[in-house]
């Protein structure tokens, strides 16, 4: 066993023009310019680094987010997997919860609370803990997830080990970068959330609540 450096991040800003018009299922929408540059300018900062693999969900914007920072990433293996997708990770009981919280769980079909957290908990199985691989002297095995943002929030609470719940209220940037060392010989350590330091101004805070200041 060694030591996992497992870096999260969420696809970039999506291409918001792709949602016009009504239709029964939400398109499967691409990048928009703005989240392209985001995309880019995180493979610019992990360029160097020494990465064992890019995983990246199904959907178009998680796929095009890996590509473009795969670019600076050569020789490093992209895999598709349904692990990164956009799933509800915990059929979270509403009961004393904020309304707020409540409502947006009402939206989830009863197969959507069954199917997410089983993709999820495989997930934690596969991507949660320290690595089997074996690597040159002690570095660790550094692996990339472009993902959403209920599966990074799922991670930083299980990183916590915090109550089950709390994966809600975790809001995670377009772009932005969120490290969680997984050691054998402790509990895991969060190494940063949010990291955005890659990000000019005018490219951070997309993705959040709109009342998020800068």
């Known amino acids: 066993m060694v030591t996992r450096l497992l870096y999260l991040t969420r696809h970039a800003e999506r291409d918001l023009t792709e949602l016009t018009g009504s239709t029964a299922e939400e398109p499967d929408t691409g990048l928009s310019e703005r989240g392209r540059q ?3 300018l995180l ?7 020494r990465f064992a693999a890019v995983h990246h969900g199904p959907l178009r914007r998680a796929a095009q987010t890996a590509e473009l920072i795969a670019k600076s990433l050569p020789d490093v293996p992209v895999y598709e997997t349904e692990l990164a997708g ?4 915990h059929d979270t009981d509403p009961t004393d919860l904020p309304p707020a919280y409540a409502k947006f769980l009402a939206q989830f079909s009863a197969a959507q609370r069954v199917d997410g957290p089983q993709v999820t908990a495989a997930a934690v199985r596969r991507f949660a803990g320290p690595a089997t691989e074996a690597t040159a002297g002690d570095e660790p095995v550094r692996e990339l997830v472009v993902t959403h943002t209920f599966l990074i929030g799922w991670l930083v609470r299980h990183a916590l080990d915090a109550p089950e719940q ?3 209220g975790l809001n995670s940037h377009n772009a ?3 490290v969680i060392r ?4 402790g509990p895991p350590n969060l190494i940063a ?5 890659h990000l000019p101004a005018e490219l951070r805070g997309t993705g959040l609540p709109p009342d998020y200041l800068v």
């Open 38 to 40: 985001q995309a880019t």
């Open 43 to 49: 493979g610019e900062r992990l360029r160097g680094h």
């Open 86 to 89: 956009d799933h509800l990770p």
């Open 166 to 168: 709390r994966w809600l």
């Open 176 to 178: 932005g970068l969120t």
């Open 182 to 185: 997984y050691s054998p010989s």
């Open 193 to 197: 959330v949010n990291d955005v330091a």
